[in-house]
């Protein structure tokens, strides 16, 4: 009887060894299905983001010729913008100032004399517009390279009273030149 004893433990482990095993193959076959559908979605992924890198290089070259055209169009535009012209009144510039005033004399400016004003017009600022958009950085190179006698001179005023005087606000750069000191504030 001593054999059905052992042969009991063994009947039995041999049982649990092959339902171990066929459970073991069922769960790996679980995985080789799950392995199979993440590489098709891994697949369908790597398909779509190339044709989405596709889209985007077309889109890319479309926006780079767009720019190119409108920047072809602005460069043909600009040549032909015109700023609108004031209209110079002769006769109210001098009833403010009490003198006869010429057209972008840039004299009319506090600070400005002749001299200076021959500066400006060597450098092509001729207007009281050219000068009203003259950075003072720019303006005071023009001094500085004139030499000492002209750099001492500050035009941190003059850009504004040119565009007050293109403007036609006469009384009101009449005013302010009042209380200017040889165009300094």
């Not at 972008?104 to 060597?122: M, N, R, V, W």
């Not at 030499?147 to 850009?159: D, F, K, L, R, V």
């Not at 009273?161 to 030149?177: N, R, V």
Request: charged share 25%.
């Amino acid at each position: 009887m001593n054999i059905p004893c052992i042969l009991i433990p063994a009947l039995v482990g041999l049982i649990c060894g092959i339902l171990g095993y066929l459970i073991g193959k069922m769960a790996s076959k679980g995985n080789d299905s799950d392995l199979l559908s993440l590489q098709a979605d891994l697949d369908a992924c790597r398909a779509n983001t190339k044709n989405l890198n596709a889209k985007i290089s077309s889109l890319e070259a479309d926006l780079a010729a767009k720019l190119n055209n409108a920047s072809a169009s602005a460069q043909s535009f600009v040549g032909k913008t015109t700023i609108p012209e004031i209209a110079f009144d002769a006769a109210l510039a001098a009833t403010v100032f009490g003198k006869k005033i010429k057209k972008d004399d840039l004299k009319i400016i506090e600070g400005i004399g002749p001299k200076i004003e021959e500066l400006y017009h060597q450098a092509g600022i001729k207007t009281w517009l050219a000068l009203s958009e003259t950075p003072t950085e720019k303006s005071q190179t023009i001094l500085d390279n004139a030499g000492e006698n002209y750099a001492i001179h500050n035009p941190g005023t003059w850009a504004r009273q040119a565009k007050l005087a293109y403007e036609g606000k006469w009384k009101e750069l009449k005013d302010w030149q009042d209380v200017l000191d040889g165009g300094k504030e």
